[in-house]
């Protein structure tokens, strides 16, 4: 799917070339491995097979191999690990629903992180001699005996339990917090938000999803009643036109993009919506390059496109939709000619899109960070939510909603009440019988108040309203959108406890830090962005005397007070499931014997629905609601002391805060350093070269980067990864 090996030369010359018979190096190559992977002959291999010269393979049989699942992103790729004395040696695509056997340069060769000489074996204690700061003095790892000391797990598992229990007893629940992960299982994920909700007496729980896609969640809860996707992203093989808003797939959900690409091929008009250019839109029919934070204005200009030309289903809207005549107002205003110059884009170029996603026969949008990480995130998915009512794009094969979800487990997450307004399957905690519900089948009260967000949690210790916090598997200290403010509040609290596979930058500012196992070596159910629910399952021994997250959690809660007992995962998941709706007819032994399983599913031996709503939505009248958006500009816009808008993302080769990536041999040999990318016109302005070390100051802080020329990178903006301390 990405066209780069082909034959080159002619007749008994020809041999298989990159691009144009390019240096690999140089050429379009993404390092997936597909050819590896393909290669007939066993003229390619993968180097960890390979003897010390690479000339000679030295591993010829494995130990095991063990059907398992992609760590990194929420495409959820299916994986075959081969394992040679307790190391990962390879990894395959098997062929899943959602990869078809493929794999990224992540999936394939960042596996190695597990076997890091940083992963933490013993757990660790602060030392009295070493108050926590905000602006540490090293977050190295050989310098961590400066601030910890290895400790007996019944030491560690006593302060850590003692110092939130003291907390609870003098100051009450809402005192504490708990951030889970979107890396963890489902069942790790469910009991974490059960010990906040139980053992610290708080809806306080959150995850990375409130930074992701919290905005997106709560416009497609309000809309049509559901946080998950419509349909599957293998339904843009089905559609006749795809939208891509605000993503970038090649890098962040690159085998999804395969099937986008594919769709493209095979003939579907394929519309890329970005400020940034991307790989995407080479194979794009209509590349929309927008001014930043101009999301409503172009999004209420197609809505007004079809309106005005009368292109929407008025039978879907009479049966299914509520809330057209106030879109229908609100956009009157919002013609493509006027918007325009707001947008960067032509009016002809806007009203050609809205026809054609109004009326192809099938129409599906896609949408990523660019549309959710706003101050009017929510506005952006109001917006695509509107579009796909009005023309009934929804609800049919080929048609739908999907924001793409950047963690492997972030949907699961969510489903599995790691949020503080929900509990599992999006059941408000402030609804009395809903609540009431809870209160029975777990055994005691619970706060009847929805707790703090990730950012609102951080507020709240510099207040002095928190002093206590258990992090599993996050990172605030790199992910929260104002670092300097999330690592203050950090060094500030009385008491943190860290359960961990790394010494991350957060575990820098606990009193107990915990290690714990990695996904290579846990059992669990993981639920992909296609609402797939999945098997992960152990490749390796744990390193050391490193422990299982759900066994941490369970053994903390019982530190607490509260009386767990779970003989192991599978007892974890049938509470869970017992709690969710959206997992009946899904036992932990049908995916166990199938592999993947996408919910909601009719009964025990019938397939999951892939599409959704196809025959209304689960809101209280069974409508689908349209909020109309207004136009609103960007928080904080470029001026003389800040001429440059600045934009992050991910790269390709590392994911999120880089934890695990920037501990991968691989990955870290591609991109090794942090880079900050600019258009080469701007750079020629500014007298600067490619591979110069620079200073980037947004209104917030200062951060050095390697700077790297990028066409892609539009006039006035800079590109940073987030993934580099």
Not at 34 to 44: D, H, R, S, Y
Request: contains cysteine.
């Amino acid at each position: 799917s990405n066209d780069v090996i082909g034959m080159g030369l002619r007749g008994t010359h020809s041999v298989p070339v990159f691009d144009i018979h390019d240096a690999m190096g140089l050429s379009t190559c993404v390092t997936c491995g597909e050819c590896v992977q393909a290669c007939p002959t066993g003229a390619l291999y993968e180097k960890s097979l390979m003897d010390k010269t690479a000339t000679k393979r030295a591993v010829q049989k494995f130990d095991k191999v063990v059907s398992s699942l992609c760590p990194f992103c929420g495409v959820g790729c299916q994986t075959a690990v081969a394992v040679k004395d307790n190391r990962i040696v390879q990894i395959d695509g098997r062929n899943g629903y959602a990869n078809e056997n493929r794999l990224c340069v992540k999936g394939r060769f960042g596996y190695d992180y597990v076997a890091s000489p940083e992963r933490l074996t013993k757990p660790l204690v602060r030392r009295d001699d070493a108050p926590k700061v905000a602006d540490p003095a090293s977050m190295r790892y050989e310098d961590r005996f400066s601030v910890f000391r290895e400790a007996t797990w019944e030491e560690a598992l006593t302060r850590a339990g003692a110092g939130l229990k003291k907390i609870l007893d003098e100051r009450g629940g809402k005192a504490l917090s708990g951030f889970g992960s979107a890396k963890g299982s489902n069942e790790e994920a469910y009991l974490f938000q059960k010990l906040v909700r139980t053992g610290f007496e708080t809806n306080n729980v959150d995850h990375c999803t409130r930074l992701c896609h919290a905005s997106s969640v709560a416009a497609l809860m309000e809309g049509i009643g559901s946080g998950a996707v419509s349909a599957p992203f293998n339904a843009a093989m089905e559609a006749d036109c795809v939208i891509v808003i605000g993503a970038r797939p090649t890098v962040n959900h690159p085998v999804a993009a395969t099937f986008f690409k594919q769709a493209a091929k095979r003939g579907a008009k394929l519309i890329v919506i970005d400020p940034r250019g991307q790989d995407l839109m080479r194979h794009a029919t209509h590349a929309l390059k927008f001014k930043p934070g101009s999301d409503v204005a172009l999004l209420n200009s197609l809505l007004h496109t079809i309106i005005a030309e009368k292109l929407y289903d008025e039978a879907y809207i009479r049966e299914h939709v509520s809330g057209f005549e106030s879109l229908k107002a609100k956009v009157k205003d919002f013609s493509p000619e006027a918007m325009a110059a707001v947008v960067g884009i032509d009016a002809g170029v806007l009203r050609d899109v809205a026809r054609i996603y109004a009326t192809s026969k099938a129409s599906i949008i896609f949408w990523g960070m660019g549309i959710s990480q706003h101050t009017h995130g929510t506005d952006n998915a109001r917006c695509l939510i509107a579009l796909a009512l009005i023309t009934g794009q929804i609800g049919r094969r080929g048609t739908g909603l999907h924001p793409l979800r950047g963690q492997n487990n972030v949907q699961g997450a969510s489903d599995a009440g790691l949020i503080p307004m929900y509990f599992p399957d999006y059941k408000s905690v402030e609804k009395l019988d809903i609540r009431g519900w809870y209160e029975n089948f777990w055994g005691q009260t619970l706060d009847p108040k929805r707790g703090l967000t990730v950012v609102e949690i951080m507020d709240a210790v510099h207040e002095g309203e928190i002093t206590g916090m258990y992090i599993m598997g996050e990172n605030p200290a790199m992910s929260d959108p104002d670092q300097d403010h999330a690592r203050a509040a950090l060094a500030k609290l009385d008491h943190l406890v860290v359960q961990d596979i790394f010494l991350t930058e957060t575990a820098w500012y606990a009193d107990v830090v915990l290690p714990s196992s990695a996904h290579a070596e846990k059992l669990g159910t993981f639920t992909n962005t296609n609402r797939q629910v999945q098997m992960g399952r152990p490749a390796l021994d744990l390193p050391g005397d490193a422990r299982q997250d759900w066994e941490l959690i369970v053994e903390l809660a019982r530190r607490i007070g509260l009386g767990w007992k779970y003989a192991q995962v599978s007892d974890v998941y049938a509470e869970m499931a017992a709690t969710m709706p959206s997992l009946k007819n899904i036992s932990w032994e049908r995916i166990d014997r199938e592999e993947s399983v996408i919910y909601p599913s009719k009964a025990p031996d019938v397939p999951g629905d892939e599409i959704a709503f196809t025959d209304g939505f689960p809101t209280a009248d069974g409508r689908g609601k349209i909020v109309p958006a207004d136009l609103l500009p960007p928080d904080e816009l470029p001026d003389k002391e800040f001429p440059l808008v600045l934009t992050t993302g991910r790269l390709l080769e590392h994911w999120h805060t880089g934890a695990m990536t920037r501990r991968a041999g691989v990955l870290d040999a591609i991109e090794p350093v942090g880079i900050a990318a600019m258009n080469p016109r701007d750079m020629q302005k500014r007298k600067l070269q490619q591979g110069d070390k620079i200073t980037v100051e947004p209104r917030r802080g200062v951060l050095e980067a390697i700077l790297r020329a990028d066409r892609e990178v539009a006039e006035g903006m800079i590109f940073m990864p987030f993934c580099f301390a």
